[in-house]
């Protein structure tokens, strides 16, 4: 499977962590220093902040995004945000289907679907989670469950939009815990992923970045992003400390480009 056309992204989800003054801190930081070439990176601010990283991150290369959006267009829907208002801070990305917002909040894999599609339409690119809990992995359900959950996405996508969507397997159990699969069982995942969404369109597999998430830190970067399948990274904790961010940045950029 080739994966010359495909952009090696980072991305750094905040989820809800910080205050007006560290945001600003860690925007400062990271717009401050030299961005590795060739890899794209975004930061995934709490809401309010989003304004913070749209005034400090314009002139640089670093994107931003929300972590969620509301699967409406607009009207009486208390407490949600809409993808037209993130699309007016100048969010690039949004996340969708975290697995925090499968388990907390009861998102199914067709709502997820739907906030995938309103996000498209609003010319945001949907980062969709996918991925796993400890038991399910335990039972051997890997790929039943994670099918399921990319199933969902591609019948309700349609082929033309879905080339524009960022994938991300995040095993429930390696979040926030300290624990990742090995190497090769990330990789083989995403092959896995790969192949149904090939299944659908293969020319979209081809420039589609399929990013590993879960206890993503300076320590274990290089040998996940050294295989060939995994496209990046979604780095939770380790993204709210800007030199090791910096870090598994660069480390992507070495390990897919030398
Ligand atoms: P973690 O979170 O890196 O803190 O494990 C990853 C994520 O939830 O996206």
Aim: hydrophobic share 45%; with cysteine.
């Amino acid at each position: 499977m080739s994966i010359i056309m495909i952009t090696p992204l980072l991305a750094g989800n905040w989820k809800m962590n910080g205050s007006r003054a560290s945001a600003e801190s860690l925007l400062l930081q990271l717009a401050q220093v030299k961005l590795p070439d060739a890899i794209e990176m975004a930061v995934f601010p709490s809401y309010p902040f989003l304004l913070q990283a749209q005034q400090i991150l314009n002139q640089t290369a670093i994107a931003w995004g929300a972590q969620d959006v509301c699967v409406e267009e607009k009207g009486a829907f208390t407490g949600e945000v809409s993808a037209s208002m993130l699309a007016d801070f100048g969010c690039r990305f949004v996340i969708v289907g975290h697995s925090e917002r499968r388990q907390f909040y009861g998102e199914s894999n067709e709502c997820v679907a739907c906030k995938c599609q309103i996000a498209l339409a609003h010319g945001l690119t949907p980062i969709v989670c996918v991925g796993e809990t400890l038991d399910e992995k335990e039972r051997g359900l890997t790929q039943n469950v994670v099918g399921r959950q990319l199933a969902a996405v591609l019948t309700k996508v349609a082929t033309d939009a879905l080339v524009k969507v960022v994938l991300a397997y995040e095993p429930v159990w390696a979040i926030g815990t300290g624990l990742t699969p090995s190497a090769q069982e990330a990789e083989n995942v995403h092959v896995f992923i790969k192949q149904q969404v090939a299944e659908k369109n293969r020319l979209v597999v081809e420039k589609m970045p399929v990013l590993y998430g879960g206890s993503l830190k300076a320590t274990n970067a290089s040998e996940l992003f050294a295989m060939p399948n995994i496209d990046g990274g979604l780095v939770g904790g380790a993204s709210l400390d800007a030199h090791e961010f910096l870090d598994i940045a660069r480390q992507l950029a070495q390990c897919k480009f030398g």
